[in-house]
């Protein structure tokens, strides 16, 4: 059964700080890594998104680092702001079918 | 922006009860996903669609599920007797012949 294992499961930062949300994954199949947010009653939306055949992608205020061969990828926050304060589920697309694993997600609380 | 819709935004239902829950995709997807989410857990893929047919399905979408695409617009997820564990918001989701895969606001199905 493919796993997405996400860490840490709920985390604090301060107005201004750094967010850093991990996830590993185990089956080498995937070949897409999106990150996505969620608001409390609404459904999830896309925030970035990555191959693996790229180390970092950066949008704004919101990277991906991707590390191959350690399996893992990480989603960072700079300059976080109250309204970041979400779920955020990072994920991986399994090719056949298309259908997208999810990690067990992140509530992240930004503080003024 | 187009966007996925979904409707009913809520519905309470008795167990045994069959419940239709609907979506309309955005209009060139190709590729058709259910997914749901108990309350405070992760997202679980539930089926995919693509070509007028199912592509894959998971473990949880037994012979109590089914999904129909009547028309070019419309996809639908028929529970036909539902139980009290099948509460859950339920996504629907969409995507071109690329990665990126949108979901709607979701359906909370609260089952009595």
């Known amino acids: 059964q493919q796993q997405v294992k996400q860490s840490p499961q709920s985390l604090i930062v301060q107005k201004g700080g750094i967010s850093i949300i991990n996830c590993a994954y185990e089956?080498?199949?995937?070949?897409?890594f999106p990150w996505y947010q969620q608001f409390p009653g609404k459904g999830p939306a896309l925030l970035i998104a990555?191959?693996?055949?790229?180390s970092e992608k950066k949008e704004g205020r919101f990277t991906i680092s991707f590390n191959k061969s350690a399996k893992q990828f990480s989603l960072h926050i700079m300059d976080s702001q109250p309204g970041d304060s979400a779920t955020y589920f990072c994920?991986?697309?399994?090719?056949?079918?298309?259908?997208?694993?999810f990690g067990q997600g992140t509530e992240l609380s930004v503080k003024p | 922006e187009p966007e996925v819709t979904q409707t009913p935004s809520h519905q309470v239902t008795q167990m045994g009860q069959e419940v239709i829950l609907r979506c309309v995709p955005i209009?060139?997807?190709?590729?058709f996903y259910w997914y749901r989410q108990i309350l405070g857990q992760k997202v679980e893929f539930l089926v995919s669609?693509?070509?007028?047919?199912?592509?894959?399905k998971s473990e949880i979408f037994d012979d109590q599920f089914s999904v129909e695409r009547p028309d070019g617009s419309n996809f639908t997820l028929k529970i036909r007797s539902t139980k009290l564990e099948d509460s859950a918001m339920y996504f629907c989701?969409?995507?071109?012949?690329?990665?990126?895969?949108?979901f709607g606001p979701g359906t909370r199905l609260t089952v009595t």
């Open positions: 089956n080498t199949a995937f070949d897409y």
């Open positions: 994920a991986e697309f399994y090719n056949q079918g298309g259908k997208l694993i």
């Open positions: 989701a969409s995507r071109p012949d690329t990665y990126e895969q949108y």
């Open positions: 990555i191959r693996p055949d790229v």
């Open positions: 669609f693509y070509n007028n047919e199912i592509s894959e």
């Open positions: 209009s060139n997807h190709l590729y």
